[in-house]
């Protein structure tokens, strides 16, 4: 689909640096997003506006609403809304750098930049997660990846929805776990990404299975690690044609259906979690039509 951000259906950059905005008080973010629909051209700079400034300039997109919050059974997800998300990508970090305050200066006048995120790519043959396993191993791929991440509907066709959260892995805890209980936490081999028949049903891939929902609950995942200082984890990035396939596979995650847990909350867990609309591209810059702009 010619109309989507290309980012989201493009393979993860070298490097990435993820801003969160929160609008200012009393500002009218109208102007500011009039300059971002030039800058922010969804390739090099994806875009996500999320539900309190679809809100703040009186309009809806029906699919947009909260993350949904979680605690029970030892874990927490937490819903860390913001107004405004900009997933810049690129293979050189100063360059991000720059971008990163032109952006800030561009949209100075209605919004503040609250989180600043570098990620990278590790291995990025296999695209693994700092433990070692490859991530995002079951996505769909052409058609199929397009269905699942990108909405058809009428007003907004081309547009997608986010799903977003900054996990912080306890890698002395990992480590501390033997191959096999590494290996049984993903419910895959490390050494070859092959899925273990014997794996317990707390394994992150039969917690996860997107064909074993009923509807399928397909994703389109385009996560990063990220370090900063002793800390690490990854950026959980998944996009979807609604947050409705989300939303099934966190509720499976947490145990919300069938009271068992995943097991990489033996070791990770999850700082932020917050949902955003994509708006689709025209002629190179966002197509905010649909909220009037």
Known sequence: MSNCQPAILQAIPPLARYLVYTLIPETDPRA???????????????????QSLVTALGRGIGELRAFPEFSGRGIDVPSTPAALLLWLRGADRGELVHRHREFDGLLAGAFR?????????????????????????????????VAAAVSSRKGI?????????????DMRRFETMTRRQQDHCFGRRRSDNEELDNAPESAHVKRTAQENFEPEAFVVRRSMPWAEGGRCGLVFTAFGASFDAFEAQLKRMTGED????????????????????????KGGRLDLSALGL
Not at 32 to 50: F, H, N, S, V
């Open 32 to 50: 500011a997003l009039r300059a971002l629909k030039t800058a922010a051209d969804g390739e090099r700079t994806l875009a996500g506006l999320g």
């Open 113 to 145: 930049c609250t989180q600043v995120i570098d990620a990278f790519t590790y291995d990025g043959r296999a695209r693994r997660d700092l433990t070692g396993y490859e991530d995002g191993t079951e996505n769909p791929k052409g058609r199929k990846a």
């Open 157 to 169: 066709a081309g547009s997608s929805f986010l799903a977003i959260q900054q996990w912080e892995h």
């Open 258 to 281: 069938d009271g068992i847990t995943d097991a990489l909350f033996r070791f990770t867990r999850p700082l932020t979690g917050a949902y955003f609309w994509c708006p689709p591209v």
